[in-house]
């Protein structure tokens, strides 16, 4: 009976009475049913027709092969030679407070300008699109980048994305394809930088497939764009001593999906005083040992008075692989991740806090990352030689180095008037674990 009335045209479930009288009029002449009867079997036909189609592969599906004999060797096109290479992804990783954004900013710089890169190498200029998860373009990145000597122009923040007209924050795990036709539109992107590249990261940061699959997008957009892909992580806690593409935290999908994984740390000085190093601890395209020293200071942005922003200053070439040179740092306590007691802490704290204040839901925020408990963190306030304020009204409280000790970490910013001291309970106030300082 379905079939039936389908073939006249009809509904097989009418949901009011066939002939009632609102409903039109059905033609029953001879050549209206043979119409509505060939029209169902037409209908019949096309849709059989189409399930074929679905159900039978293509002569050209398969496995696509390539002959050897059909390809051309390429050398691989460097943006940084031997450090960072066109169309691929890079890490670079380290502990907490090692100016891992800062080290990025500098690559950024160097190549807007068409600066000199640390061996002495000039760079070709280009565009440089910057996502960041942590720090706000207006008051942090631009003035870094400008200390730095940047090109402002050929510097792309990304903000944000639309999805369905409505506004929404850029998820790199999401909005990668979107990225490639803004990148494509903008033309010359030469260095794309994603802090941090575990926020490509939808699923489980330490499954390796999952990881592998979540990267994937990143890898393609830096080989379509042709640009130098360089995601910042960190170091694993309590991981010293290890192969440092082991030490990236996460999955071991990160140092084993990048061509290069860069290292930064700090390290016990000749002079018995410290330095940092930028370490290259793998390479799939070059050499794979080797470094640069580097020191961040803080300065006044030239031509913005007032405003003050860290920048790396490049030291002597090194040799060594990163292994070698990061056990020299754990080895005599410069930068070792072993000690989770208040003393280490204390010293995290210092680093942390030596190129100026911290706004303190910032420094709970490195300490998860860095694997110190808050209430350890807490302890080593005062040991650290370090204090807390309130901000005022609508401002964040923040953690600073108190002067005696500032004076003996570096240059810094000069700290805006004190409003109340304690904020974080070393003198006094709460210190309950929720607290953000």
């Keep these: 009976m379905t079939d039936f009335l389908a073939d006249l045209g009809l509904p097989s479930e009418p949901t009011a009475p066939l002939f009632a ?60 030679p031997q450090w960072l290479a066109l169309g691929k992804l890079h890490i670079l990783a380290g502990a907490a407070g090692q100016g891992k954004t800062t080290i990025n900013l500098a690559f950024a710089a160097t190549v807007s300008a068409g600066g000199r890169w640390p061996d002495g190498s000039r760079c070709e200029p280009g565009n440089v699109l910057i ?43 999401r909005d990668m394809p979107g990225l490639l036709v803004a990148a494509a539109r903008i033309g010359g992107i030469k260095l794309l930088m994603v802090d941090p590249v575990v926020s490509a990261v939808a699923g489980d940061s330490h499954k390796n497939t999952e990881v592998r699959r979540a990267l994937q997008p990143l890898v393609d957009l830096a080989a379509a764009v042709d640009c130098a892909a360089v995601g910042i992580t960190h170091f694993s806690k309590g991981s010293a001593g290890r192969d440092p593409t082991e030490r990236v935290t996460g999955s071991i999908a990160f140092g084993a999906v990048a061509r290069v994984v860069l290292v930064a740390a700090k390290v016990r000085s000749e002079d018995g005083g410290t330095t940092r190093i930028l370490a290259r601890a793998k390479s799939n395209i070059g050499p794979d040992d080797g470094g640069f020293g580097y020191e961040i200071e803080q300065v006044e942005v030239e031509a913005y008075p007032g405003i003050f922003a860290s920048r790396v200053t490049w030291g002597e070439a090194l040799a060594g692989t990163a292994r070698e040179l990061l056990a020299e740092a754990e080895t005599d306590g410069a930068g070792g991740d072993g000690d989770d007691g208040p003393g280490d802490a204390a010293a995290w704290l210092r680093d942390l806090l030596a190129a100026g204040p911290v706004a303190a839901r910032d420094v709970k925020r490195s300490a998860d990352e860095a694997g110190y408990a808050w209430r350890t963190v807490q302890r080593a306030m005062r040991k650290a030689g370090a204090d807390s304020r309130r901000g005022g009204f609508g401002k964040p409280a923040e953690w600073f180095l108190t002067p005696a000790i500032r004076a003996t970490s570096g240059p810094v910013a000069p700290f805006a008037p004190t409003l109340e001291v304690g904020a974080n309970g070393a003198n006094g106030g709460a210190t309950d674990d929720s607290e953000a300082f």
Aim: aromatic letters at 6%; zero cysteines; charged letters at 35%.
């Design 21 to 80: 009288r609102d409903q039109p009029a059905v033609d029953f002449s001879r050549e209206a049913v043979d119409k509505r009867k060939a029209d169902g079997q037409r209908r019949k036909a096309e849709e059989a027709d189409a399930q074929r189609q679905r159900s039978t592969p293509r002569p050209d599906d398969g496995v696509v092969l390539v002959n050897g004999a059909d390809l051309k060797p390429e050398p691989i096109r460097w943006l940084w």
């Design 131 to 173: 996502w960041s998860g942590e720090d706000d373009p207006a008051d942090t990145l631009l003035p870094r980048l400008l200390a730095m000597g940047a090109d402002r122009k050929r510097i792309f923040f990304v903000q944000g994305a639309r999805v369905d007209g409505e506004a929404l924050p850029f998820d790199p795990a």
